[in-house]
Antibody, heavy 115, light 111 residues
């Protein structure tokens, strides 16, 4: 069974750094891109960026370029989304997704940024 | 890349059909046969319902169907059931090195 398991909810202060994770199992982790999707409270879905786990090549949405970093460690089938300096506006649910049409999704990681 | 346009809401009685539109441009929906639809129940992760315009993943009921005409894709849910009440999002490929774009989302209510 294909599974993407994300790390748990986080509460951070503005300016702090954070890395959340997404571990894949049940399939060849390097076969599909891993994408990250943001959903702000009460709002729709937004593609943030994606990574090819086989060579760590990344694409970012212009809206997120420079504010987040996507990485992966194929040896442990895990992708990461990280911030070096969080803002209150980063408060959202973050999902990872994989598969040729984003067939499989993680359960989501809620990130709350508040002073 | 601007979000694809969906109606904010749609509704129907149990057993009826509801169709949701997803309008883009020739650079996304109209240019490629790579439109997907996702269902999201409150507090849950999105679930793929349709891919490549009209294909259903294994396990998705055949009550769900997709189509496309020009720059507009559509999702039809036939024989509405209570569990179909959810938010639905379309997404389209928009060219190489482009992440693609989501629709604005449609809340489907089963009356």
């Amino acid at each position: 069974e294909v599974q993407l398991v994300q790390s748990g909810a986080e509460v951070k202060k503005p300016g702090e750094s954070l890395r959340i994770s997404c571990k894949g199992s049940g399939y060849s982790f390097t076969s599909y891109w891993i994408s990250w999707v943001r959903q702000m409270p009460g709002k729709g879905l937004e593609w943030m960026g994606r990574i090819d786990p086989s060579d760590s090549y990344t694409n970012y949405s212009p809206s997120f370029q420079g504010h987040v970093t996507i990485s992966a460690d194929k040896s442990i089938s895990t992708a990461y989304l990280q911030w070096s300096s969080l803002k209150a506006s980063d408060t959202a649910m973050y999902y990872c997704a994989s598969g040729s049409s984003a067939d499989y999704w993680g359960q989501g990681t809620l990130v709350t940024v508040s002073s | 890349q601007s979000a694809l346009t969906q109606p904010p809401s749609a509704s129907g009685s149990p057993g009826q059909s509801v169709t949701i539109s997803c309008t883009g441009t020739s650079s996304d929906v109209g240019g490629y046969n790579y439109v997907s639809w996702y269902q999201q129940h409150p507090g849950k992760a999105p679930k793929l319902m349709i891919y490549e315009v009209s294909k259903r993943p294994s396990g998705v009921p055949d009550r769900f169907s997709g189509s496309k005409s020009g720059n507009t894709a559509s999702l039809t849910v036939s024989g509405l059931q209570a569990e179909d009440e959810a938010d639905y999002y379309c997404s389209s490929y928009a060219g190489s090195n482009n992440l693609g774009v989501f629709g604005t989302g449609t809340k489907v209510t089963v009356l």
